[in-house]
């Protein structure tokens, strides 16, 4: 039982380089094969291209290992019985020496240990609509409220209650910040109603708000919203449409708990007949650049300080 680091990613670390973690439920448990082992694959080379060293993290027979090498993302994103990790299933996955695949929240906690700034995935997970029966908020959630570091994702999924979302943000003190634009992302889309806290023109700037929040030890971490690129976005009434459905789908074939976010993903794959798979690609490369930029610059900062 140990946590394993790849040498270039320990090294980096080591030396104050640039390194963006990368989780690995969006792998297993988020896209079909063999797109997902593709995705990844292109998310570690764009993030390499913008001049930072990418860290995907997953458990493997029990290991926590950060910086998965290509044969272990193929396999991770092919074989069975992958469990999906949060901050919960950690000890017992490694214990029991399973192979998983880390949630944002589980991906946080070994990142931040290691010493990793920088974050990049997807969309976050967050309060399911109808929480006030059910109670089923994302443990993403609670992790952003105690783990320091910087998540870089394309807002909330849309399948969430974004606003509910929101707002257990703001109560646990969790700044949510709009790269280039003031309109909260969601995802495939953008909210026609909803505010992001702050916006932001650059990644040198959040690199600085990166590093406060370090230097005043906040141990809560950082919600970087970047919007899907217009031209990938699908237009908001229609993600409303197909997402309406499939909670109805779900909710008759009684699907619950964590099963849940990676039948919803599935299911609205199929609606829209493949194009949240394009969109879902399209913005998690267009996260991998922004993530890499801002670990640049907090680097640079740190040398010049
Ligand atoms: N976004 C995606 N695909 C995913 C997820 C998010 O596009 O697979 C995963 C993330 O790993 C996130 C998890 O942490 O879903 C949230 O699951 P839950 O809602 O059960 O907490
Ligand atoms: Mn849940």
């Excluded at 980096?12 to 063999?34: D, K, Q, R």
């Excluded at 059910?134 to 849309?158: H, M, Q, W, Y």
């Excluded at 909210?191 to 230097?215: G, M, W």
């Excluded at 964590?258 to 969109?279: C, D, F, M, R, V």
């Amino acid at each position: 039982m140990k946590i394993r680091i790849s040498q270039e990613v320990a090294y980096a670390l080591a030396n104050n380089l640039p390194v963006v973690a990368l989780e690995s439920t969006i792998i297993a448990h988020g896209m079909p094969y063999p797109q997902n082992v593709e995705i990844a694959l292109k998310v570690e080379e764009i993030i390499r291209t913008n001049g930072a060293l990418p860290a995907t993290i997953a458990i493997i027979g029990g290991d926590i290992v950060v910086g998965l090498d290509e044969d272990e993302i193929e396999e991770l994103g092919q074989r069975e019985g992958v469990l999906k990790v949060s901050r919960r299933d950690l000890a017992y996955a490694m214990a029991t020496k399973q192979w998983g695949a880390t949630t944002v929240a589980a991906t946080m906690v070994i990142a931040a240990k290691v010493g990793i700034k920088v974050f990049v995935t997807g969309g976050v997970g967050g309060v399911h609509r109808g929480a006030e029966d059910t109670f089923d908020i994302s443990s993403d959630l609670e992790e952003l409220a105690r783990t320091n570091i910087a998540v870089v994702c394309a807002g909330p999924k849309a399948i969430l209650d974004v606003e509910k979302t929101l707002e257990y943000l703001e109560t646990k003190g969790v700044p949510v910040l709009g790269y280039k634009t003031d309109k909260m992302p969601i995802f495939y889309t953008s909210s026609p109603s909803l505010k992001v806290l702050y916006r932001v023109d650059s990644a040198a700037e959040l690199a600085q708000i990166v590093n406060a929040s370090h230097a005043l030890d906040l141990q809560s971490g950082i919600l970087v919203v970047n919007p899907i690129p217009e031209k990938d976005a699908l237009p908001y009434k229609d993600v409303e449409k197909v997402i309406e459905e499939a909670i109805t789908e779900m909710e008759k074939e009684g699907i619950r708990g964590k099963e849940q976010t990676p039948y919803l993903l599935t299911k609205i794959n199929e609606l829209t007949k493949g194009k949240s798979q394009i969109a879902n690609e399209a913005l998690i490369v267009n996260n991998a650049k922004l993530g890499a930029m801002i670990a640049k610059n907090i680097s640079r900062e740190l040398y010049e300080d």
